[in-house]
């Protein structure tokens, strides 16, 4: 029983660093298109829409949600301290994935339970742009050595429209329920094979 318990240990932290890799990919592909600035406020609401069914596989595969959810947005954190934000990132992402984590284990590897873990999950990717009203001048530092002239002034004009920051965080949270519609209906099948429908 031990020896199964540390085999799908193992394999569950195999599928962090696997989904986690898949996600940063889908995250960078989508963020691309940051370079037209008008997108960067939509840009968490695309990644919550399209990355759905990579995470659906992930949650529907786990064993430890709670340990391999929690690990997944640290890691995601981690992406984002390297790529510049401060240390306070991680308390703006990983509450998200225990929560997601949380679900699984009490909901269990149902549809329903992947779908709430999922929508938790929708959470995190506003957190990329989040700092921009909770640390102005650390952003504004960041955008200014790796963003063109123009994308740093149509930061400086987006901080000045608080009522932006909620609408990002609605805008995921629709895009990430749509998601679960779109994940559900594409693993239609891998789900029934599994026997969670």
């Known amino acids: 029983m031990q020896n199964a318990n540390q085999n799908t ?6 599928y962090v660093g696997v989904f986690g890799a898949v996600y940063m990919i889908g995250v960078v592909i989508i963020s691309c298109l940051g370079y037209i600035p008008m997108m960067i406020p939509i840009n968490p609401i695309l990644i919550s829409l399209l990355l ?14 709670i340990l391999c959810c929690t690990l997944l947005s640290s890691i995601l954190a981690g992406a984002l301290l390297i790529e510049g934000h401060s240390i306070n990132i991680f308390p703006l992402i990983i509450p998200f994935g225990f929560l997601a984590g949380l679900v699984l284990h009490f909901f269990g590897k149902t549809v329903k339970g992947i779908s709430l873990a999922y929508i938790i999950t929708g959470m995190i990717a506003p957190a990329s742009i989040l700092p921009l009203w909770i640390s102005t001048k650390q952003y504004m530092e960041m955008a200014a050595h790796s963003c063109s002239h123009e994308t740093v002034l149509f930061l400086a004009d987006l901080y000045q429209k608080q009522w932006v920051l909620p609408l990002i965080y609605i805008g995921s949270l629709i895009a990430a329920a749509l998601g679960t519609l779109i994940a559900n209906h594409a693993m239609k099948k891998h789900f029934k094979r599994i026997g969670l429908v």
């Open 52 to 65: 759905s069914i990579p995470m659906f596989l992930f949650f529907s595969k786990i064993d430890h949600p």
């Open 9 to 14: 240990l193992v394999r569950d932290l195999i």
